[in-house]
Nanobody, 120 residues
Framework: QVRLVESGGGLVQPGGSLRLSCAAS????????MRWHRQAPGRQRELVAD???????NYKDSVKGRFTISRDNAKNTVYLQMNSLKPEDTAVYYC????WGPGRGNYDGWGQGTQVTVSS
């Protein structure tokens, strides 16, 4: 069983910064891609950023230049540095790991979500 625990959410003023973290624990054999998603009230969950095992990154257009995703493989942790935050970034943010395990193959793990609120 793999558990993903997020931290770092909160309330911030427009233009401010937050850093989200998501650490995996448990029976981990291999973590492939790591991703951050978000879901605002009344809207569908959307992919914000992802990072491959080799460090290649992709971002949703609206966060390019403001958000940075990174990973620490030794700690099984992914980060999301969010700068120049806007009210429209307000959402619950979820981490998602694409994992592999013997006898199980490829599967996805999800964090519980952390609230980010951007408001003055």
């Amino acid at each position: 069983q793999v558990r993903l625990v997020e931290s770092g959410g909160g309330l911030v003023q427009p233009g401010g910064s937050l850093r989200l973290s998501c650490a995996a624990s448990g029976s981990i054999f291999r973590i492939n891609a790591m991703r951050w998603h978000r879901q605002a009230p009344g809207r569908q969950r959307e992919l914000v950023a992802d990072i491959s095992t080799g460090g290649n990154t992709n971002y949703k257009d609206s966060v390019k230049g403001r958000f940075t995703i990174s990973r620490d493989n030794a700690k099984n942790t992914v980060y999301l540095q969010m700068n120049s935050l806007k009210p429209e970034d307000t959402a619950v943010y979820y981490c998602n790991f694409h994992l592999w395990g013997p006898g199980r193959g490829n599967y996805d793990g999800w964090g519980q979500g952390t609230q980010v609120t951007v408001s003055s």
